[in-house]
């Protein structure tokens, strides 16, 4: 059963672009969670998600930034028009039903490098 | 919402030295306190939890504790490996509705052969 998956691990982006993150959760899993870690800042949770819904954006920032979870295929976080500061790991997680919310499997993670 | 706090942020010890992280936490009603490790270049594991009906919980070399009344837990890590070297993170929880994990700013755990 493979864990779960996220690409690109790296990504480098100029100011002004876009970012796509992408996460594949485990088999069996209808929960995604996206957190974001800065250097001695621990994991900031950003979203929480099932299919085809948003449940918790409130970690969010509002502005060029987005996330889904399609009926099909992985879940997306998309930043456009990126800035330095959003130079980050980002960090997807998954769960089951059964216990969403609490025993959280995470990806290895998309370092992203804004130049 | 609700505030972790973790100390220290580092932590040195010898090989087969324990090791002990301390969190404290601010909203009462969290239930629920995971403990994860942190590789580098991975993506954190859980590696024990805590609910809040239980004082102490143990996994072979490490333990969690847990004071309710203090609102603080810790992990303990007995016997320790240049294998558990890595950076831990507490969490806690208020399993409420759609409520979500807030995690501490984490530990960097060296071990030293």
């Known amino acids: 059963n493979a864990g779960v998956m996220q690409n690109p691990r790296h990504l480098v982006r100029r100011r002004g672009q876009e970012a796509r993150l992408r996460c594949s959760p485990m088999?069996?899993?209808?929960?995604v969670y996206w957190y974001r870690q800065l250097p001695e800042e621990g994991l900031k949770f950003m979203v929480y998600?099932?299919?085809?819904?948003?449940?918790?954006e409130s970690g969010m920032p509002k502005e060029r930034f987005s996330a889904e979870f399609p009926k099909e295929g992985p879940s997306i976080l998309r930043i456009q028009q990126v800035v330095r500061g959003d130079s980050a790991a980002y960090f997807c997680?998954?769960?089951?039903?059964?216990?969403?919310?609490?025993?959280?499997?995470f990806g290895s993670g998309t370092q992203l490098s804004v130049l | 919402g609700e505030n972790v706090e973790q100390h220290p942020s580092t932590l040195s010890v010898q090989e087969g030295d324990s090791a002990v992280i301390k969190c404290t936490y601010s909203?009462?009603?969290?239930?629920?306190f995971p403990w994860y490790k942190q590789e580098l270049g991975k993506g954190p594991q859980l590696i024990i939890d805590?609910?809040?009906?239980?004082g102490e919980k143990k996994d072979q070399r490490i333990a969690v504790t847990l004071n309710k009344t203090a609102k603080h837990f810790s992990l303990h890590i007995t016997e320790t490996q240049p294998e558990d070297s890595a950076v831990y993170f507490c969490?806690?929880?208020?399993?409420?509705?759609?409520?979500?994990?807030?995690f501490g700013k984490g530990t960097m755990l060296l071990v030293s052969p």
């Open positions: 805590i609910r809040s009906n239980v």
């Open positions: 088999k069996g899993h209808s929960h």
């Open positions: 998600l099932q299919k085809e819904n948003i449940i918790d």
């Open positions: 909203d009462s009603a969290s239930n629920y």
């Open positions: 969490a806690a929880i208020t399993n409420s509705g759609y409520s979500t994990l807030t």
């Open positions: 997680a998954s769960s089951p039903a059964t216990t969403a919310n609490e025993k959280l499997f």
